[in-house]
């Protein structure tokens, strides 16, 4: 029992492949999770831009009301004449613009073409009168008033403010970024939009992270994304219809006027995230959708590298420590991780954080790629170690072979093997189906809980309903088990495996027993038997009736011609052979009625001391062999405390037989010993004559009915005594041999289980 509780706690192989999976998977952890921090360090990474256009474009940004572009377009150079235009024509633009009261006008105009001094002269005046003016920078390497021509000089002095329009391209060649201050370490100055967005009032901190100057000539820092709009263009008016008093000042009061050319072939032009739909954009459109953010507070800033990496690479540490927790919903986990990835950076990108998931996309599918290709590993391992253990077991049924799998395809091996399990398993069920139903008796499958899963004809005959899916205790009760009147209803492990009557006065013997697994002691289900005994013992009732008769109606009259005879004793010698024929039919009675009795069913068993029995046996046979001149001994006396479960009139009777026998065939003057002994809980008697012995080809019949043997010619006997000797012996419990050798006599041995109190 010890050895079986320490073989249960021993890892079974689907317990090792699993211990094995889960290491393995650590590993693999620790391999993925460094490459998704890498991955989330990585700027270049292809999928990062794609990203963050679609997810922009979830995020619709509105054009803010105040913001005007005063456009260089194809109606204005053909009023205008070509470009470039005389200075002194933005001059009159900017008067007209300042006499509407604007909050303020950015020019995304760069003047580096020389023009005349006295133009120079009346677009600087303009600009002082203005007071409100941005002005770009002329190069993108210098700063301040130092880069521009001397004519200039007196142009950049009067405007509110100088700075550069400078834009950034991704790896794609896609504009998305810009810094919002760069220039020379000692002397950064701010993007023109920002500039302009201070014109309006607003105080609060630019967008961005500072950074420690990394380069001696160039530093930038304040990198935001331009959060563009949905819609394709701003609300514009033509640079000719405003120079021409053809806009109404309202329109231009409070106002962020932007001055630039959108005419095509001229003017920078840049590809963004709406080229895809609206063509390339022109560069004042570009500061119009990043001065819109500012003022809408929309300006977008990436996350700190470490937050990044942190956010990726604890969300692909969850799925891998989910897809061991919860391995049955490993598609539906890899997806709400991947969806909170996405959501959660679409909720950053509305907040004005751009963090992009690419990385951690990757890093999740790449989680469940691994995994799913291990796993499926580890079952197909565990599918051909238990396929080749099905299939080395013993076969009920010969199989039907199909054509062999490709030995070098290990799957299509796996699926070979399994049709044939399938196989072998429909064949073994519809076996056990046909076997079920010819079954004789009334035979039920139930599961643990007592529905009835399975039920064969006879079962059906005796119930009298279909028992699919009922209730194997409910069927018995409504069959009159009588354990069920009560109306409680016990585990089936409980019942009483009793012998009743049923309803339609039927003797039934019901019988159960467990369904157990190949491994394990727990109980799968329940076969229950009910075997109809009445023609049993509507025949054992008649063999009562015929017993009644032998012993009582048939003996009376023999009794009672022995006792006519008595009376005329030695009157005639016939009447000797009349008694001793009367004599023998009565043995032959007594001896079928014994042997009827052993066979019998009516045992009443009880504690009792085999010394007992074996004295009042002795008491019987001494007359015998007092007559004889056989000598009779013994090893035991009443204390003797040898206790056995026994019939006390049945047992008694063999051991009387065994003793009669050992006299009969014993000549006079010799000795019949009994000896007897116990060992690992066997009670044995040994009953020794010094008769003529067996001979050892008639050892082997030597307990069957009606078997007369050379060695006892001249006593009488029909060979009952024996046979009725190893009935009462083996309903007992125990068993009897004999041990002979011609010449030298017999030892017959009777072993009994000794009571344990």
């Known amino acids: 029992m010890l050895w079986r509780k320490a073989e249960k ?103 580096s073409e020389p023009g005349d001094a006295e133009d120079d002269q009346r677009l600087a005046d303009a600009v002082c009168n203005a007071g409100n003016v941005l002005l770009p920078l002329v190069n993108e390497g210098t700063a301040g008033a130092g880069s521009a021509d001397k004519e200039l000089l007196p142009l950049l002095k009067c405007a509110k403010g100088i700075g550069p329009i400078n834009v950034e391209a991704d790896n794609d060649g896609v504009v998305r970024s810009l810094y919002l201050r760069e220039g020379p370490p000692e002397n950064t100055l701010a993007q023109l939009a ?83 739909t609206v063509g390339s954009t022109a560069g004042v459109e570009l500061q119009a959708n990043i001065l819109n953010g500012l003022l809408q507070g929309r300006s977008i800033v990436d996350l700190p590298g470490w937050l990044a990496a942190l956010m990726a690479t604890s969300l692909v540490a969850l799925l891998l420590g989910l897809l061991l927790y919860r391995p049955r919903y490993a598609l539906w986990m890899t997806l709400a991780c991947m969806a909170t990835a996405l959501l959660g950076s679409w909720a950053l990108l509305r907040l004005g ?17 691994i995994w799913n290709w291990r796993r499926l590993s580890v079952i197909l391992a565990y599918f051909g170690w238990e396929l080749a253990r099905l299939d080395d077991e ?35 069920r519809r076996f056990m189906a046909d076997g079920l139903e010819c079954l004789p008796v009334a035979t039920l499958i139930t599961d643990p809980q007592g ?61 159960l027993a467990p369904l157990l697994p190949a491994e394990g002691d727990v109980a799968l289900g329940w076969l229950l038997s009910l075997t109809d005994l009445s023609k049993e013992r509507e025949a054992q009732q008649h063999r009562e009736t015929m017993l009644r008769f032998l012993s009582h109606d048939l003996r009376a009259p023999h009794s009672v011609i022995l006792a006519l005879l008595d009376v005329h004793n030695g009157e005639s010698p016939i009447f000797a052979q009349i008694e001793q024929q009367v004599k023998r039919a009565l043995s032959l009675t007594e ?108 050892l082997p019949e030597l307990f069957s009915q009606y078997r007369r043997f050379d060695s006892a010619q001249g006593s009488e006997g029909l060979g009952l005594g024996l046979t009725m000797v190893k009935a009462v012996i083996e309903r007992h419990g125990g068993r009897i041999q004999c041990e002979s050798e011609l010449g030298k006599g017999s030892i017959f041995s009777l072993q009994l289980p000794l009571l344990n109190d």
């Open 9 to 111: 706690r021993q890892p079974t192989r689907a317990q090792l492949l699993f211990h094995g999976l889960v290491r393995e998977w650590l590993w693999i952890g620790l391999v993925l999770l460094p490459v998704t921090l890498y991955l989330s360090l990585s700027p270049g990474l292809a999928l990062n831009n794609p990203l963050y256009d679609s997810l922009r474009r979830l995020t619709p940004l509105p054009v803010d009301s105040r913001i005007l572009l005063v456009t260089i377009d194809d109606q204005s150079l053909k009023k205008l004449g070509p470009w470039p235009w005389p200075r002194s024509l933005h001059a009159d633009l900017i008067d007209r613009l300042s006499a509407a009261r604007p909050a303020g006008i950015l020019f995304d105009v760069v003047f």
């Open 194 to 276: 920002w500039q302009a967005y201070t014109l309006t009032g607003q105080t609060s901190a630019m967008p961005g992270q500072p950074q420690e100057p990394s380069n001696p000539l160039w530093h930038r820092e304040h990198a935001v994304r331009v959060p563009f709009t949905v819609q394709s263009h701003f609300p514009s008016v033509s640079y000719a219809s405003v120079l021409h008093g053809e806009v109404p000042p309202e329109i231009l009061r409070d106002r962020q006027i932007l001055v630039g050319a959108t005419a095509y072939g001229m003017g920078d032009r840049f590809v963004t995230p709406l080229s895809s």
């Open 451 to 511: 529905s009835i899963l399975l039920a064969n004809r006879v079962a059906r005959d005796v119930f009298g309903n279909d028992l699919v899916a009922r209730n194997l205790l409910e069927q018995l009760a409504d069959l009159g088990y009588p354990p069920l009147h009560n109306g409680v209803r016990p585990a089936l492990s409980a019942l009483e495996l009793i012998e009743f009557r049923d309803i339609h006065q039927r003797s039934l013997r019901m019988e």
């Open 591 to 698: 001896s079928f009625v014994q042997l009827a009795k052993a066979e019998a069913d009516g045992y009443h068993f009880q504690p009792t001391l085999f010394a007992m029995l074996v004295m009042d046996a002795f008491d019987q046979v001494a007359v015998i062999a007092q007559l004889k001149g056989i000598h009779l001994v013994h090893d035991l006396d009443e204390a003797d405390e040898g206790m056995v479960s026994a019939d006390q009139s049945l047992l008694t009777r063999a051991l009387f037989n065994v003793l009669e026998n050992a006299i009969k065939y014993s000549p006079s003057g010799t000795t019949v010993t009994l000896g007897h002994g116990s060992a690992q809980g066997w009670l044995e008697c040994r009953i020794s004559d010094q008769g003529p012995g067996i001979a050892p080809e008639d």
């Open 394 to 428: 013993p076969k009920v049924l010969p199989e039907r072979r199909r054509a062999p799998a490709s030995p070098g395809d290990v799957l299509q091996g796996r699926i070979f093997a399994l049709e044939q399990a399938v196989s072998r398993t429909r064949d073994t």
């Open 353 to 369: 954080h751009w963090w992009s998931p690419a990385a951690c996309l990757i890093g999740l599918l790449l989680s469940y790629l």
